[in-house]
């Protein structure tokens, strides 16, 4: 039989009235540990979440690697590459990459019988996965995009759309400038949609492969690049590296540049601020750590010492001090779990509730997302869960060492 588990069970289970101090202090340990273990959860669970959604919604414009001229990825303008079969297979056959998709970008105003609006159409075709548009789709829909012929329709942003006060399935004008000559175009409005990433919901519309190619007057094989989506996002550097000595640097037919860079390289202000949150994250962990171990500490050294009676007769009984710090150490064990099982309940029951109701709001012209995001990460939660029963057990052994100074004959007349 273990002897301290024994002793700690039955003074834990135990409803004494006569325990008016330790009760309300084992009572607060216990808070201290729920409340800063919910705390944790909570953190890193919105955290997350938000760094996930921005960066989904950062790739879902750009992907996790954009091939293309070496110039193009350098400055503003576009300068055309050569994008046949032969190099879509090439970019499919590479190790990691999940899908290949072209894309051309072209410039032009949008005008309207009282506004006009300088904006991007992204070109795109039949190959590009639209899952990213259909999430943040709002009103409309998405119509089939060709790289063979125009089907002279555009999505257009909730951002554009208010600007110039458009409604799907309205015509609007688009005006190109190519070589000193104004080309005007006609468009149909085919859906509206919503991400909230300001930066790109201001000027990103979508058109045809097709059309944005020929209005950048392009040959039929060229486009301003590939969008590659990667099967591990957290090997996307790896997966890059394989491009920087397979395809960088070589040229096409037309006397063009391949090049390639990651989506953290073509938006790193983002990254770096996301990146940023994990200190957050951190200073949050330190400080509940360090709030549910001094509360432990407090907590215990009340319990030794409203217990100085029973250690001295313990004592008298020949239990060494190590068996009856073992016993306390047992004792805060049971109360570490009991605020583990409150403080999970707590801060998982608050996740799960803003996940499926959305009850707290956010500004999205601030934050980019109008609802707190939130992401379970159940490995993680135990890690935090065993982290924490550890770190406090830890902090635990040197009050511990109390024990020794109490004699038995004095503690034993000890009221």
């Given at each position: 039989?273990?002897?301290?588990?024994f002793?700690?069970?039955?003074?834990?289970?135990?409803?004494?009235?006569k325990r008016?101090?330790?009760?309300?202090?084992?009572?607060?340990?216990?808070?201290?540990?729920?409340?800063?273990?919910a705390?944790m959860?909570?953190?890193v669970?919105v955290?997350?979440g938000?760094?996930?959604?921005i960066?989904?919604k950062?790739?879902?414009?750009?992907?996790?690697i954009q091939v293309?001229?070496?110039?193009?990825?350098?400055?503003s303008e576009?300068?055309?590459?050569?994008?046949?079969?032969?190099?879509?297979n090439?970019?499919k056959?590479?190790?990691?990459?999940?899908h290949v998709?072209r894309?051309a970008?072209?410039?032009?105003?949008?005008?309207?019988?009282?506004?006009?609006?300088g904006v991007?159409?992204?070109?795109?075709?039949?190959?590009?996965?639209?899952?990213f548009?259909?999430?943040?789709?709002?009103e409309?829909?998405?119509?089939?995009?060709?790289?063979?012929?125009s089907?002279?329709?555009i999505?257009i942003?909730k951002?554009?759309?208010?600007?110039?006060?458009?409604?799907t399935?309205?015509?609007?004008?688009?005006?190109?400038l190519?070589?000193?000559?104004?080309?005007?175009?006609?468009?149909?409005?085919?859906g509206?949609?919503?991400?909230?990433?300001?930066?790109?919901?201001?000027?990103?519309?979508?058109?045809?492969?097709y059309?944005?190619?020929?209005l950048n007057?392009?040959?039929?094989?060229?486009?301003?690049?590939?969008?590659?989506?990667?099967?591990?996002?957290?090997?996307?550097?790896?997966?890059?590296?394989?491009?920087?000595?397979?395809v960088?640097?070589?040229?096409?037919?037309?006397?063009?540049?391949?090049?390639?860079?990651?989506?953290?390289?073509?938006?790193?202000?983002?990254?770096?601020?996301?990146?940023?949150?994990?200190?957050?994250?951190?200073?949050?962990?330190?400080?509940m750590?360090?709030?549910?171990?001094?509360?432990?500490?407090?907590?215990?050294?009340?319990?030794?010492l409203?217990?100085?009676?029973?250690?001295?007769?313990?004592?008298?009984?020949?239990?060494?001090?190590?068996?009856?710090?073992?016993?306390?150490l047992?004792?805060?064990t049971?109360?570490?779990g009991?605020g583990?099982?409150?403080?999970?309940?707590?801060?998982?029951?608050?996740?799960?509730l803003?996940?499926?109701t959305?009850?707290?709001?956010?500004d999205?012209?601030?934050?980019?997302?109008?609802?707190?995001?939130?992401?379970?990460?159940?490995p993680?939660?135990?890690?935090?869960?065993?982290?924490?029963l550890?770190?406090?057990?830890i902090v635990?052994?040197?009050?511990?060492f109390?024990?020794?100074?109490?004699?038995?004959v004095?503690?034993?007349?000890?009221?």
């Amino acid at each position: 039989m273990n002897f301290p588990l024994f002793i700690a069970r039955r003074i834990y289970g135990r409803n004494d009235e006569k325990r008016k101090v330790s009760a309300p202090a084992v009572r607060i340990a216990t808070a201290g540990v729920a409340i800063g273990l919910a705390v944790m959860i909570i953190s890193v669970c919105v955290i997350l979440g938000f760094k996930h959604t921005i960066r989904d919604k950062v790739v879902g414009f750009g992907s996790h690697i954009q091939v293309a001229d070496f110039m193009t990825l350098q400055t503003s303008e576009q300068y055309p590459i050569q994008m046949g079969d032969s190099m879509l297979n090439e970019l499919k056959r590479t190790q990691g990459v999940k899908h290949v998709q072209r894309f051309a970008m072209t410039q032009g105003i949008l005008k309207t019988d009282n506004d006009f609006l300088g904006v991007a159409f992204k070109g795109i075709a039949e190959e590009y996965d639209t899952t990213f548009i259909h999430q943040n789709m709002i009103e409309g829909g998405i119509p089939k995009f060709s790289d063979k012929k125009s089907g002279n329709k555009i999505l257009i942003s909730k951002t554009i759309a208010d600007q110039l006060k458009l409604h799907t399935g309205e015509k609007v004008f688009a005006y190109f400038l190519s070589h000193n000559n104004v080309r005007p175009r006609r468009f149909t409005i085919a859906g509206i949609y919503q991400t909230n990433l300001s930066q790109y919901d201001k000027v990103t519309c979508f058109t045809d492969l097709y059309t944005a190619v020929r209005l950048n007057s392009w040959e039929e094989d060229q486009a301003s690049g590939a969008e590659i989506t990667v099967e591990d996002f957290d090997r996307v550097d790896e997966t890059e590296s394989i491009f920087i000595n397979k395809v960088n640097r070589t040229i096409d037919k037309y006397g063009e540049t391949y090049s390639s860079k990651t989506i953290k390289e073509l938006n790193p202000s983002i990254f770096q601020w996301l990146d940023m949150l994990d200190v957050n994250v951190w200073i949050i962990l330190a400080l509940m750590i360090a709030v549910a171990g001094v509360t432990m500490i407090s907590g215990l050294l009340i319990i030794i010492l409203e217990r100085t009676n029973m250690i001295g007769v313990l004592k008298a009984l020949g239990a060494n001090n190590t068996t009856i710090r073992h016993t306390f150490l047992w004792f805060a064990t049971f109360m570490i779990g009991r605020g583990l099982i409150y403080g999970n309940i707590l801060g998982v029951g608050i996740i799960a509730l803003q996940k499926y109701t959305g009850i707290f709001k956010l500004d999205p012209t601030i934050y980019y997302v109008s609802t707190v995001p939130v992401e379970f990460n159940f490995p993680l939660i135990l890690c935090l869960n065993i982290a924490t029963l550890i770190i406090c057990l830890i902090v635990l052994i040197v009050p511990s060492f109390l024990i020794s100074h109490i004699h038995p004959v004095k503690s034993i007349r000890y009221e």
